[in-house]
């Protein structure tokens, strides 16, 4: 026979598996420590950064100052200062070797975080078996 024949697939007849999508979104977390800053009297680290520089460029330029005063002091023999090494010394140690702990309590509140979950979308599509 040689009449219009269809057009078919070679899997025409045959079982097909569905098709299946899984498209995950990772999940997020927040958290906000404004209130246990707030309960400690603490800084944010941004501005506790910027106040650290500014005591140690203090603290630089005070031990400058310093070093060049005690040399003054080693340099001027004729003022008649005695043991000057030893003063300069016990100086630094007192000025230096005193350190100052403080303990601070837990705050009352804590951290808060925020988690976001999110589900995964699933979509299947049954092909399942083509028609005979």
């Known amino acids: 026979m040689t009449g219009i024949q269809p057009m078919l697939s070679g899997d025409w007849g045959k079982y097909r598996p569905a098709e299946l999508s899984?498209?995950?979104?990772s999940p997020e977390m927040t958290?906000?420590?404004?209130?246990?800053?707030?309960?400690l009297g603490l800084k944010?680290?941004?501005s506790l950064m910027r106040e650290v520089e500014g005591k140690i460029q203090t603290s630089t330029l005070q031990d400058i100052a310093t070093k060049s005063r005690e040399g003054d002091r080693i340099a001027n023999i004729a003022s008649g200062e005695k043991?000057?090494?030893?003063h300069?010394?016990?100086?630094?140690?007192?000025r230096k070797g005193q350190k100052e702990i403080t303990i601070e309590a837990l705050p009352r509140q804590g951290v808060i975080?925020?988690?976001?979950i999110y589900p995964p979308e699933i979509q299947v599509d049954p092909?399942?078996?083509l028609p005979r």
């Open 22 to 25: 899984v498209r995950l979104t």
């Open 31 to 39: 958290t906000d420590w404004t209130n246990v800053f707030d309960d």
């Open 44 to 46: 944010r680290p941004h």
């Open 83 to 86: 043991n000057v090494f030893g």
């Open 88 to 94: 300069i010394a016990h100086e630094r140690y007192m």
């Open 113 to 116: 975080i925020d988690f976001r």
């Open 127 to 129: 092909r399942g078996a």
